[in-house]
């Protein structure tokens, strides 16, 4: 019995220990912090050409008596990168920071920052500045083109300028786009002093329904800028599918049927039924917009047979009016017999 307490009371004491000794590494830990210590925290690349790729090293120490560690290294945005040397540096140690800055999608004057997260307590985000002033040879406006919303079969067109800024003269060599379905055009234009040339983008009429991607490259005669790339967006829209395009029904004079008409309106959101009414005038028609189910419009048709409707086996068209003009009437086949 007394071993085993003799035991107990070892086992006790080790641990007790260990807390302790736990708390002094931790107090010493806090007693003797990291610094980080850069020997610049901004740098200005001056003038650089657009298109350019800029590479600065921030060097810094570990000015602190811990062993520094760099946690994370980060951006404020895509256009610039960071790799670090090391990410723990002990105490008097030394590391690097590179970060480049690709300038091929600014102009002018430009700002960005690194964000350095450390262990340092009393600076755990450190920010670092680069500043620049990207020049350009020539300015395009606008940067891209955008067709928006083109109902299928229409063409239409877009233009966009190219005018010199530093060049003394601005010649355009040649045109280029991947589409079969666009057609380019250049002709000279002046803006004040600046003498450039107007680009004509013409979209097809053949152009088929989907989403339209590409990008536009406008070759020069610039040293700087001999590529200039403009994208191309916009959105073919087809004719609005529906259904049923048939409806079979019996009905009582009296009575009335129901059913559903489903739109596929796509892109079309704002396509709505704004009236109906059959071509015989056998029926009186009403609707309603039930709402949206799988990405189509659905509308309930209610129709009562009016006292004029002759009785029997009937074939008509029911016209569904709607507020586009490129589709102004969606027409149903009725058939079926009134009693």
């Known amino acids: 019995m007394r071993a085993i307490l003799s035991s107990i009371l070892v086992v006790a004491i080790i641990l007790l220990f260990c807390n ?8 010493l830990k806090e007693s003797t912090p990291p610094d980080i210590q850069f020997e610049e925290k901004i740098f200005d690349f001056g003038e650089v050409y657009k298109g350019d790729k800029i590479t600065h090293i921030y060097k810094f120490t570990n000015a602190g008596q811990g062993v520094l560690n760099v946690e994370k290294v ?32 600014y102009d002018g004057w430009i700002t960005k920052q690194v964000f350095v997260h450390s262990n340092d307590p009393d600076e755990p985000i ?70 450039g040339f107007e680009v004509i983008v013409t979209l097809s009429s053949r152009t088929p329904q989907g989403r339209i991607l590409d990008t536009l490259r406008i070759y020069t005669n610039s040293k700087i800028q001999p590529i200039i ?54 029926f009186t028609s009403e609707f309603l917009l039930l709402g949206l189910k799988g990405g189509k419009k659905v509308y309930r048709i209610i129709l009562r047979p009016t ?3 002759l009785e029997g086996y009937f074939e008509e068209d029911l016209e569904l009016y709607t507020n586009f003009e490129k589709q102004p009437i969606i027409i149903i086949h009725l058939r079926g017999v009134i009693h």
């Open 307 to 309: 006292t004029d409707a």
């Open 229 to 282: 790339q403009v994208p191309i967006l916009g959105l073919v829209l087809g004719k609005v599918e529906f259904s049923p395009e048939v409806y079979d029904f019996e009905v009582n004079k009296g009575d009335s049927v129901i059913f559903e008409v489903s739109l596929d309106v796509g892109a079309k959101r704002g396509y709505n039924i704004i009236g109906a009414k059959d071509k015989l005038g056998y």
């Open 126 to 195: 450190t920010t670092l500045k680069i500043t620049a002033m990207v020049k350009i040879d020539l300015v395009v406006n606008p940067i891209r083109l955008d067709f928006g919303l083109i109902d299928e079969g229409e063409s239409d067109f877009r233009k966009l300028t190219v005018l010199p800024v530093a060049l003394e003269r601005l010649e355009i060599e040649k045109l280029e786009i991947l589409s079969e379905y666009v057609t380019l055009e250049s002709v000279k234009y002046s803006e004040g002093d600046k003498k």
């Open 20 to 27: 302790v000794f736990a708390d002094e590494v931790d107090n």
């Open 74 to 105: 980060r951006s404020s945005c895509g256009c610039t990168a960071v790799n670090i040397t090391s990410t723990e540096i002990e105490p008097g140690g030394t590391g690097e920071i590179k970060v480049t800055f690709y300038s091929r999608s």
